[in-house]
C-alpha cells in the first residue's frame, strides 16, 4: 500500500467521529511530516507497510469519548506513535527468563528474539506492536504490558483497514482475539452492542468479513 492510501484511510476515521454527535473528539494531533533524516536511519529496521505510513504523516493521534457519557468505557483512541518512538525506551526488551504468553498459551517455545516494539499505544494498560527480530509475516501483536502476547494475524496494513471501522474503539482488537483464541469475550459484546449505536453504518458481521479477509494465511 503506497503511503497516498494512508491519507484516504485516514479521512472516514477523522470525519466520522468528528460529524457524529453520539462522539466528542477528546485528543488529536495535526498532520506533521517524518523528518527525512529518520526516514534515512530506521527504514531499514522496520517493515515496508509500517515505514510507508510514516512517509505520510508522523503519527497519528484521534481520541473521542461518547458524547454526555455517563459511561467511562465507551471511548475510542489511536495513537500511532511518532516514528523515533518506536525506537525509544517504550520499546520493551524480552526477558528470556519470564514465562510469556503467546497467543493465549503459556511458556510457548516460539522464542521471539530483539525488542518489542510499541506502535499503536491506544491505553496505558494495552499496546499493539511488532517484533524487531520475528517478523517474517510482518504481523501485529496485541500487548496488555504483562506476559501475554496475541497475534492479531493482520499486518499494518490490514490493522489500519480495520481502525476505520472501528474508530479506535477502546479495545477492539480483542474482538479478534475473542475470535482467533476465546479471549475478551466481555469486550467483544459491548464493541458488538455499542458500535451500532454510536456510528449507524457500523456492521458487525461486515466487521468480521474484512478482517477474513485482511488476516494473513
Known amino acids: 500500500m503506497k503511503n497516498t492510501d494512508y491519507e484516504v484511510l485516514i479521512k472516514p476515521i477523522v470525519l466520522g467521529i468528528a460529524k457524529n454527535k453520539k462522539t466528542s473528539v477528546k485528543d488529536r494531533n495535526s498532520l506533521t511530516k517524518t523528518d527525512q533524516d529518520q526516514i534515512s536511519e530506521f ?10 505510513f510514516y512517509r505520510y504523516r508522523n503519527g497519528f493521534l484521534w481520541g473521542w469519548i461518547k458524547s454526555n457519557n455517563e459511561n467511562p468505557e465507551i471511548f475510542g483512541r489511536i495513537n500511532i506513535l511518532e516514528l523515533k518512538h518506536l525506537f525509544d525506551d517504550t520499546v520493551i526488551t524480552l526477558n528470556q527468563s519470564y514465562d510469556y504468553t503467546f497467543n493465549g498459551k503459556s511458556n510457548e517455545k516460539i522464542k521471539l528474539n530483539g525488542v518489542f ?7 496505558d494498560e494495552a499496546c499493539v506492536g511488532f517484533f524487531s527480530d520475528y517478523n517474517s509475516k510482518n504481523e501485529l501483536y496485541y500487548h496488555d504490558f504483562g506476559a501475554s502476547f496475541y497475534s492479531l494475524k493482520v499486518d499494518f496494513e ?3 483497514k480495520l481502525l476505520t471501522k472501528s474508530y479506535g474503539y477502546a479495545y477492539w482488537q480483542q474482538v479478534i482475539l475473542n475470535k482467533e483464541y476465546n479471549y475478551g469475550t466481555d469486550t467483544m459484546e459491548r464493541f458488538k452492542e455499542d458500535m451500532p449505536n454510536l456510528f449507524p453504518d457500523f456492521d458487525f458481521n461486515e466487521f468480521l468479513k474484512l478482517y477474513e479477509s485482511v488476516k494473513i494465511k
Do not use: A
Open 43 to 52: 527504514e531499514s529496521k522496520i517493515p515496508s507497510s509500517i515505514m510507508n
Open 117 to 123: 516494539r510499541p506502535l499503536d499505544y491506544f491505553t
Open 158 to 160: 490490514g490493522y489500519f
